[in-house]
């Protein structure tokens, strides 16, 4: 399987996160990706190849232009009105308050944020921006007929809404590249996130939608982040009402329940007529991930990965959480290539 991956990625590289009450080194930090391409080529899982640039538009189809423009121009805002740190939120248009964003870019900071721990740096959006690029990319090998396609994206993308930040999330790069594979043709395609946490950007997106479905597994959000959408009973609206599925899972969860959900997703995804699978691809279910509950064990990724393989369809994997453990680079692979059989 082909792997596309950015070098641009280390560009982000933020060294503030609030965690505990605590400003620490960042979970999702360069040496992620690295781990991961370490492992693609250890493993000789296939080639690694550079993303094409395919421009804004593909971006500005699924995100707000006023978002994306934030996002562009945060960093030197933040520096030209003298702050010191890292660019991090501090207020939010919470209940029964005024959602216009405001001038300030303190206010603004809060109207484009779902989430304080995603401090902004140098080089952020830069990254963010090579991260869409490499999904895009991918999403044109599946449709020049690859069987899968594995997208090394970093930032990771599934947290990010319309126009939202938040979840160590800029840019959404696996609803970008639904988008552009419907844009490519396909009529059908549906979005399965494996993530330890809701994929809460992917679901808001393509809510009111029929075009794509989305199906999350991840941590009860009443346990874990982003604790604020996620629940079972989220299943789409108005056009979109029956192709949005969640599975909240508790604490502790081990593979063999964790299996069974992911079996009943695959089983939507078919009858749903999928012409094209974008596996969100988080291994934060990993046992011994720092931030997360789930139980699953390296040997358990091929084992999903052989399950997805057996749908059958053009399979885009691409790239989301998981912390710092070398690990992650072994459990992405594992998935890979038992995708690959
Ligand atoms: C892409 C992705 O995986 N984003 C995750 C963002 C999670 N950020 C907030 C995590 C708060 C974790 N609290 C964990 C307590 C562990 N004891
Ligand atoms: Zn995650």
């Known amino acids: 399987m082909e ?25 999702e930090r360069p040496s992620r990706a690295e ?18 640039d395919f421009g804004m538009d593909p971006i500005l189809a699924v995100h707000q232009p006023d978002f994306v423009s934030f996002l562009q121009t945060v960093w030197d805002e933040w520096k030209a009105a003298g702050m010191k740190g890292e660019a991090i939120p501090t207020t939010w248009p919470a209940r029964r308050m005024v959602q216009k964003c405001p001038n300030f870019i303190d206010g603004k900071l ?19 921006y090579a991260s869409a690029q490499v999904a ?15 997208s090394l994206c970093r930032p990771p993308g599934h947290h990010a809404t319309t126009d939202l930040y938040g979840g160590f999330c800029f840019l959404n790069n696996a609803g970008i590249a639904a988008q552009e594979t419907l844009n490519n043709g396909a009529k059908r395609v549906a ?4 993530d330890f946490h809701h994929g809460n950007g992917s679901q808001d997106m393509f809510y009111q939608r029929d075009d794509v479905l989305f199906i999350s597994l991840h941590g009860d959000p009443m346990e874990a982040f982003p604790h604020f959408l996620g629940h079972a009973d989220e299943k789409g609206e108005g056009a979109g009402e029956g192709f949005n599925f969640n599975y909240p899972l508790q604490p502790g969860t081990p593979f063999s329940a964790w299996r069974e959900a992911l079996a009943d997703a695959l089983n939507k995804v078919k009858e749903f007529g999928a012409e094209a699978l974008i596996i969100s691809l988080g291994v934060d279910t990993f046992e011994n991930d720092p931030i997360s509950f789930f139980k699953l ?45």
């Open 110 to 128: 809060g109207y484009y944020s779902l989430a304080c721990e995603t401090s902004i740096s140098e080089g952020t959006w830069e990254a963010a």
């Open 191 to 194: 979005i399965v996130d494996v």
């Open 3 to 27: 792997t596309i991956y950015s070098e641009k990625h280390k560009l982000r590289d933020a060294q503030t996160e609030l965690y505990g009450g605590q400003l620490v080194y960042p979970h």
């Open 297 to 341: 064990a390296s040997d358990d990724f091929i084992t999903y990965g052989e399950d997805i393989a057996k749908l059958g369809l053009p399979t885009h994997f691409v790239m989301e959480g998981g912390y710092d453990v070398d690990e992650i680079g072994i459990n992405t692979v594992n998935v890979l290539q038992g995708f690959e059989g």
């Open 35 to 52: 781990y991961v391409l370490n492992r693609v080529k250890d493993s000789e899982l296939g080639a690694v190849t550079s993303p094409e």
């Open 136 to 150: 895009l990319t991918g999403a044109k090998r599946l449709n020049d007929g690859a069987k899968g396609v594995f």
